[in-house]
């Protein structure tokens, strides 16, 4: 870095770019939605040799890269075989980043890369964070102390949504995924404060 | 004896944009325009009805970006030059448009409303617009809160979560604490942005309350009693209000919304565009750019693009229904929700960005006025309350754990997590994990290491503030936006590197604390565990 900075340089200084890695051998996934994690990494080439290697010596061949994708909700992950299910997304070309559909609202996840083989084993090259998908929908759990009959709750829930009463729950459901999709806020408008401009 | 409460939240934020190394800096007007058109007719109001004796409750958040700008002499000083421009630009104005009289009552209008802008900004508040919300929250009126210290999106700092999000809660509430002289009550999150478990960073400042939008409490568990009509506590004593949605979109639904009304004034046709380039070039930017003046003639008029002379007596006429209309529609709400409250009244919380008040919808704030008015004169249903105020009223609140959500598109993070900005979040989240490496690393430093560690710590926050992923994704002003992540990752990363190889620079220090000056106090040592 320092060497991109010479001290009489006026700033800013033009030459820094963004570093396309930093060394570092990880993947980190966040939450986009309760229906999307989105994961980013980078492997160690000195890594993928280590494995690549093992995989020889194991008398195996490399078939392809995969994101293994483990739903880990409530469960104190051992790396192997006590997530509640798994599925595996192959990747293609120079991905660094993946947006991955897990579909299921209120769940644990974590995320493996690896090399999948020949011979249909799995080889880690880094394990994730685990993150939780945003819990959608009227929770089951109800509070002894502030419980109400079902018909009660369905009615504020929908005039907390603005929809008025007398809806029906399924009603109410739709109108509120609804609600999200057009979601009407001032992030529009937010951050800044000419961005309308260009954009009328 | 009212049939329930209305809180009005008006969130106010814009990032930290100071440049004192150029004369003229096209992105520091949003600030300028925003005094204008937004603070200052935001002040007024609560002057006036300070002068006159109505009494209101509202709550303002104030970004500690924005908060720091107020407090900038530099910014203060380009300010008034700013303002004294418009001054002479509307004269000439008045002198442009004399046989036109549709015409030049407006930009007489506008010739007054810039002096009485200058005049509050210098002598009434002496240039420190924070002087004014201090007036209010000490009079009583007003509960000013706070936000992340550089609304960073919380969700999304997944890295170093804990130490990242402490440190913009921790931040914000020490400004605060220095600029109003107590521990800030409430918290609004950045974008309404909720992550389960980030109360805990908040209940740490001394902070009591934080929002979040309807589904936030809504999909909450266990299932919760009173919608959103009533706060909540997390499971360490935190208090959580939802967003109320018919509140909200009767002022920002583009359709059903109020700003939309023909009547009101057109905010696309300014005289920064529609005038002559020889006439107009010395008030627009200096390298050419046309922008907005604020100067603005025609009203909505319609669908099409002919526009009409805007009429200010009809569009005082159109707010002053408008907010009877709210007024109404309050009343209903609180009527329709009695008995179904059990022990309590209900509380409708209206969160919305200040900026749309006076900037976009310039009749906001006369809005605004109208609706304290008439809640305080016309009726006896509402009440007006602030969330600090509601929570004092009752003993017993049930306890929620709120959802995961945001107020932005889709209502969670999508917004500032596409395939335009989601590259961002490798580089921040590797400073976050260098940051906290050489906070740990040299716990109690000083002199020299101890500046640029709480520089790290300046250039690390700026970096993470939302408003660079949203103006990515939106695609107005991206170079700008670009160059702020690049050169806070760039300053970053040097201090970094000159700390591991022991080679600090006291010249470059003192370069990037004199180019970005935010928050004088901050201790590093906040990212240490």
């Given at each position: 870095m320092r060497t991109l900075r010479q001290p009489t340089n006026k700033m800013p200084n033009k030459q820094f770019r963004f570093p396309p890695g930093y060394g570092d051998n990880k993947i980190v996934i966040l939450v986009r939605d309760p229906w999307w994690i989105y994961a980013y990494w980078e492997i160690r080439r000195e890594k993928e040799e280590d494995v690549r290697k093992k995989i020889s010596s194991d008398s195996d061949e490399a078939l392809k890269w995969v994101l293994r994708v483990y739903d880990v909700t409530d469960v104190n992950f051992n790396g192997k075989d006590n997530a509640h299910s798994s599925f595996d997304i192959e990747l293609k070309g120079l991905a660094s980043s993946w947006y991955i559909n897990v579909g299921s609202p209120g769940r644990a996840w974590l995320v493996d890369i690896g090399i999948v083989t020949k011979k249909g084993n799995f080889y880690l090259l880094a394990r994730s964070n685990s993150v939780r998908t945003p819990r959608y929908g009227m929770s089951d759990k109800l509070d002894a102390e502030w419980a109400m009959p079902e018909d009660e709750y369905w009615k504020m829930f929908g005039l907390s949504g603005g929809f008025g009463v007398g809806k029906g729950s399924l009603e109410v459901r739709e109108m509120f995924k609804k609600k999200l999709e057009e979601q009407?806020?001032?992030a529009q408008v937010s951050?800044?404060?000419?961005?309308?401009r260009k954009t009328e | 004896m009212p049939k329930g409460y209305l809180a009005i939240v008006l969130h106010a934020h814009l990032p930290f944009i100071r440049h004192p190394e150029h004369e003229d800096f096209l992105e520091e007007d949003w600030l300028f325009e925003a005094i204008t058109e937004t603070y200052i007719p935001i002040i007024k109001v609560f002057d006036n009805l300070i002068k006159d004796n109505v009494d209101f409750r509202i709550t303002v958040s104030i970004s500690p970006t924005l908060m720091s700008m107020f407090m900038d002499q530099h910014l203060q000083d380009k300010y008034i030059r700013h303002i004294n421009k418009l001054i002479e630009l509307s004269a000439k104005e008045i002198e442009r448009t004399k046989s036109d009289e549709a015409f030049n009552r407006l930009a007489r209008m506008y010739h007054e409303q810039f002096l009485e802008a200058r005049r509050i900004f210098t002598e009434v508040y002496h240039k420190d617009l924070n002087n004014a919300f201090k007036r209010f929250q000490d009079l009583g009126k007003v509960e000013v809160i706070t936000c992340g210290a550089t609304h960073g999106y919380f969700p999304l700092m997944e890295v170093e979560r804990k130490a990242s999000v402490r440190a913009q809660v921790k931040v914000a509430a020490d400004l605060y604490q220095k600029v109003y002289g107590r521990r800030p009550l409430g918290i609004w999150l950045p974008e309404c942005g909720y992550n389960p478990g980030d109360e805990e960073a908040i209940k740490e400042q001394g902070i009591k309350y934080f929002f979040v939008d309807t589904h936030g409490v809504l999909f909450?568990?266990?299932?919760?009693?009173f919608g959103v009509f009533n706060p909540y506590l997390c499971k360490n004593g935190t208090a959580v209000f939802g967003r109320d949605m018919e509140t909200s979109k009767a002022v920002?639904?583009?359709?059903?919304?109020?700003?939309?009304?023909?009547?009101y004034r057109e905010f696309y046709r300014d005289i920064g565009f529609d005038l002559d380039f020889d006439y107009i070039k010395h008030y627009i930017?200096?390298?050419?750019v046309r922008i907005n003046t604020g100067i603005k003639y025609y009203k909505i008029t319609g669908t099409g693009n002919a526009k009409e002379p805007y009429s200010p007596e009809n569009a005082r006429q159109t707010a002053a229904f408008h907010a009877g209309n709210f007024m109404f529609n309050r009343e209903k709400q609180v009527e329709f929700l009695q008995g179904q409250m059990g022990d309590r009244l209900p509380l409708l919380v209206a969160p919305y960005d200040a900026e749309l008040y006076g900037h976009w919808w310039y009749e906001g704030p006369m809005w605004l006025d109208f609706l304290i008015r008439k809640v305080h004169?016309?009726?006896?249903?509402i009440k007006m309350a602030t969330p600090g105020d509601y929570l004092k009223m009752y003993k017993k609140f049930q306890v929620l754990e709120p959802a995961f959500s945001s107020w932005g598109w889709k209502g969670y993070s999508e917004m500032w997590l596409e395939g335009s900005n989601d590259w961002v979040y490798r580089h921040t989240h590797k400073m976050a994990e260098r940051m906290v490496e050489v906070a740990n690393e040299n716990k109690s430093a000083k002199g020299l290491l101890r500046k640029a560690l709480n520089q790290m710590a300046r250039e690390l926050l700026l970096a993470q503030s939302s408003d660079w992923a949203f103006i990515i994704k939106t695609g107005s002003h991206v170079p700008y936006a670009m160059e702020r992540l690049r050169e806070h990752a760039e300053h970053f990363n040097e201090l970094y590197q000159e700390i591991k190889e022991n080679t600090l620079d006291e010249v470059y220090i003192k370069e990037c604390e004199d180019k970005y000056n935010i928050f004088p106090d901050i201790d590093y040592s906040v990212y240490a565990s």
């Open positions: 009407i806020t001032s951050s800044s404060m000419s961005l309308r | 909450g568990n266990p299932r919760p009693r920002w639904s583009a359709v059903e919304g109020y700003p939309g009304d023909y009547n930017n200096p390298d050419g004169y016309d009726q006896q249903n």
